[in-house]
């Protein structure tokens, strides 16, 4: 089973929406293996969106995020990184598919609600970046057989 990075950016906490992002990932049949609530710094984002770094937006995206608290899930999956990116939607909510949660939630490219890790390697690395091993968990859900078919296990 794969894990992925998911973090609820400041405007969905602040919007009451976090019950119902994660309520979508579990209904979905994704298992919460890592969560905890964390004030994000200038360090810390630095290096996650550090592939931005030149962009005009940079510093009006820290900004954002450290406005409050984010909650940061490892969430675990058959295909976790990918199911999860489709269930986000486009990166700018403007554009974003109804269904998915930034077609649901949001019309904004930076008040987008989610991260989400956009690939296996990307989703190892912020792992580790929010998580330490011993705040990941390993259980077995008792509704495993009803998610997923037997041979995809």
Request: glycine share 6%; with cysteine; hydrophobic share 40%.
């Amino acid at each position: 089973m794969e894990k992925t990075l998911v973090l609820l950016k400041p405007c969905t906490l602040q919007r009451a929406l976090v019950g119902e992002i994660i309520t979508r990932f579990e209904r979905r049949g994704l298992r919460i293996a890592g969560i905890k609530m964390m004030q994000l710094t200038d360090e810390i984002l630095d290096e996650h969106y550090g592939h931005l770094k030149g962009k005009s937006f940079f510093q009006i995206l820290k900004d954002s995020m450290m406005s409050t608290p984010i909650i940061a899930l490892c969430i675990e999956g058959i295909e976790a990184v990918q199911t999860v990116r489709l269930m986000a939607g486009a990166t700018n909510g403007r554009y974003a598919n109804p269904g998915t949660i930034r077609g649901d939630y949001c019309v904004s490219n930076q008040q987008n609600i989610v991260h989400a890790s956009d690939s296996l390697e990307s989703a190892e690395v912020e792992i580790k970046r929010f998580f330490k091993p011993e705040e990941i968990f390993d259980y077995t859900p008792s509704n495993l057989a009803y998610m997923y078919a037997l041979d995809e296990l």
